[in-house]
């Protein structure tokens, strides 16, 4: 099951408070302006800042 348009449309970085975006494999959330990667597990979104994968590696 896919993270719905509606909650994307309502999910927003809790680092930034910024756009956040389905990533290609659809296994995570990410913020462009934080470049973090925030993880879906078990079709839930993991929205921590401590959970949250840097994009810069």
């Known amino acids: 099951m ?3 348009k509606d909650l ?3 999910l927003a970085c ?3 408070k910024g756009e956040i975006q389905l990533n290609e494999k659809e296994d995570g959330l990410s913020c462009a302006a934080c470049r973090v ?8 979104p993991v929205m921590l800042i401590d959970e949250a994968l840097s994009l810069d590696q």
């Open 14 to 16: 809790p680092k930034c």
């Open 8 to 10: 994307l449309e309502i």
């Open 37 to 44: 990667l925030y993880p879906i597990r078990d079709d839930i």
């Open 2 to 4: 896919a993270i719905s």
